[in-house]
């Protein structure tokens, strides 16, 4: 039964402290017996100001950092599951075109290049409390669904954030059949409140899968407000972990691999899916 380490981040706009913040964590999840590290969306980088961390994102910052997380996943023997952070897409000039939103798993086992995952769906959206969110204009979306081979977890599917409320994503994977399936983010307060549990608990369900969701919480250096509660949610749609919209932190959960084919022997509906013509 492995244990995987939560790491719930109040990102700010200084990516090197960010790094810095995933480094320890990293270092504390193994010393606490974790087998796996997961963290939320732009963990590395959480910032409105496209132009405040351009430098950085444009420069050498994200690689040199990659190079780091696959050393210390080596190093203190953990699977890491980086939310994910900006990069660019394709080529960029300083100051214009578009980003990946894209998510890092590094093997402790492998020692090889990270897997990858650029999120799909983008957060175009209006609220009601006045919050206007605009993320295809400055990120480019992914296309491909990526799931992960022998991870401490079994089979990992990688999400992101808003590709939650996408069930024909779920749904893909679950019938990839994946264990677990990674769903990092960084939820607004607003939608988060209404319906980050209902969702994630939803596609546990769904997928007959463990969803492991790191989320950013708290007030952030640039102005936004995100709800926090990092979940693990089991095959059946219990919460297991449940860490609090109020504070950052690490917190361990068990994940009893076991219990997946428990619940898709009694429930298999995966197996039982069929296709509607439209």
């Not at 960084?186 to 769904?206: M, N, S, Y």
């Not at 919209?245 to 997946?260: H, K, S, T, V, W």
Request: glycine share 10%; net charge negative.
């Amino acid at each position: 039964m492995p244990k995987i380490a939560v790491l719930q981040m109040t990102s700010g706009i200084d990516p090197e402290a960010n790094c810095a913040a995933i480094l320890d964590a990293v270092k504390s999840a193994a010393a606490g017996g974790a087998a796996m590290l997961f963290t939320p969306e732009m963990s590395v980088l959480l910032d409105k100001s496209r132009k405040r961390g351009a430098a950085w994102i444009e420069g050498a910052g994200p690689d040199a950092f990659v190079v780091e997380l696959g050393s210390a996943a080596a190093q203190y023997q953990i699977d890491i599951c980086l939310g994910s952070m900006p990069v660019p897409a394709g080529t960029v000039m300083s100051g214009s075109g578009k980003y990946a939103n894209r998510s890092y798993f590094f093997s402790k086992a492998s020692g090889g290049p990270p897997r990858t995952y650029d999120k799909i769906h983008m957060f175009d959206v209006e609220l009601s409390t006045g919050e206007t969110w605009r993320e295809s204009s400055a990120y480019e979306p992914g296309n491909e669904l990526v799931t992960i081979e022998d991870t401490s977890v079994g089979r990992l599917g990688l999400t992101i954030c808003y590709d939650l409320r996408f069930p024909a994503l779920f749904e893909a994977l679950g019938q990839r059949r994946c264990d677990a399936i990674a769903v990092p983010a960084a939820f607004t307060r607003p939608t988060g409140a209404a319906h980050w549990h209902v969702l994630l608990r939803a596609r546990a369900i769904e997928a007959s899968a463990f969803v492991i969701a790191a989320a950013q919480v708290g007030s952030h250096e640039d102005g936004r407000e995100t709800y926090g509660h990092s979940l693990v949610v089991d095959p059946w749609g219990e919460v297991l972990l449940d860490m609090g919209g109020n504070e950052a932190g690490l917190a361990f959960c068990d994940i009893d691999l076991e219990r997946i084919a428990d619940v898709r022997a009694q429930l298999p509906s995966l197996a039982n899916r069929r296709v509607i013509a439209n």
